[in-house]
């Protein structure tokens, strides 16, 4: 199995990314094709002692690098030689299985629509973050379709659905429309029509609609909503948590006796702000697409980035996008069948 | 001055909602209008000792309670003499200056819109929720409306803007715009117009879009945003603070030392748990009416109800409906004046 990384994105790149990737390499069976400045990812390895110069290791040029500042489509217009734009296409040509890229998340979705493409017969592509609730809920879209038709969240359902149950383990995972009220009348008139949609779709868990409030109670395994909405959940989480601990930092900084209780419990409260602090916690899946693209979160370091690389191995080994379109497009695939 | 009471809803009516009309009846110069069961309230108030045999205290009888329940039109329909229309009535009436309700916030926006009415050429009432940000932070609207349109978003700052700095004392409140990023062209056909008319608007300390992740930190004082995305982000709050403390009672939990540890910090962490508990604090005005009124949480205490009777009454003596008519819609003012 071939998974190609773009080690040059990310709050970290490419010395983390670098990390994850000298760890991956020594999963069984797999060949590690990674993008990028080659005199840089030269000069990091050697400067931090990391070994890349193994046979299961391959480093395809690219002379630019995305930032977090650059607009979505310069992808594939001014920085089409970027190490995220040179990874997609050589996914696109077959040269990899799937795609790690901790990068700008706007032109990582933008570029894998327009370079790797959609499943035939997929309306949309979605970013499925997951987010560190009481039980992991993936939440789709977060961010890549600002407005979507009521059939299209039929479709985030069942994409969703499969993630969860095939890569994440969750049985029948419990889907639920977010909306502002439990009655199928409730929300926008996108929203009670997709409702109406979602009940008679077979094969998914569908169990109404899921209030804000019990969103992080573990209320649901699978979130499906607009892109505009889930950024607002996604960014509001992880906003929310940061606040929180900072007034629990307050509270114990009050005097020498809470500050001595803080330091009984240091340790969980330490792990508490990470999980909210990434918000979210394994790579996003980008689903819909072709081949699985992973975005691994901006400041992933090398644990994660490993991390990353094994989920996209897990995306391939459960043939997870044949999955998705023998789910959604059945038709099309009887037909290719045939031909 | 003249508020009236609906003392039959809320999570604990009447008793809690009697005990706070009990201490409002202690300030100056106050009369309070009660509406409910005479009955429920006469037993209520003799079982629990509390007086509202006064000369500032009236009851005016109503033989229904509209429940959380019931759909929001059954205070103009079925349920047309409960505690909550009689006391809008009253309101549209003259007979009070403001109203509070602990009750279905759905009946008594859409109560307060039949029977109160909008003030004229105010094209959309909305609940204000002040929500327990590191600074108060009026969200509009957090769940009446929708849909809206642009230049709605434009009345609602306006509207919110002038609560913040006459009722709140703040200061020039930066108004934000709910939005997936900072950029002027993010979000929806909607918010991008929004976006494009406040900044021309005067009189509003307009700072652009705000997202999610900046909201909880206090990176604005006045969050704009139609009531589908307001209601998730309110109730989204209320569930991130219940979910983060119930993650923090487990660290406690683990052993003999974090047990102790707890205890040295309950005050600080029960208070913070109660802020996010409410999710909100103070009563959310209903802005954009002809009268002020005043939803108070649906699980108000004896002290939330006086203090919401104190919040309407400062909307009354701001002469805060009057403001609102001369901001939004001067030439009305004026001809009015001219009549």
New interface residues.
Partial sequence: MKIIVDVMSGDNAPLEILRGVEMASELEGLELIITGSEETIRETAEAHGISINKDNISVVGAESVITMEDAPLSVVREKSNSSMAVGLKLLAEGAGDAMVSAGNTGALHAGSTLIVRRIKGVKKSAIATILP??NPTLLMDS?AN??IAPDVYVQFAQMASLYMERIMGVESPRVGL?N?GAEPTK??KN?VEAYNLLKETPDINFIGNI???????GGCDVCVTD???G??????????????M???K???K?NA??K???L??KN??KK?KND?DASEYGGAPLLGLSKPVIKAHGSSDGLAIYNAVRQAMRCVDSNMVYEIAMKLVPNIMEQQNRD
Same sequence: chains 1, 2.
Avoid at 211 to 217: D, F, N, S, T, V
């Fill in positions: 609730y009481k961010g600002i407005e977010l502002i929300g926008t929203v209030e804000g409030k019990e969103l992080p109670g892109g505009f909405t950024n607002i959940v996604l960014k509001l989480t992880e906003g929310c948590g940061s606040f929180i900072s007034k629990i307050e509270i114990y009050k006796v809470t001595m209780s803080a009984m419990v969980g409260i508490l909210f």
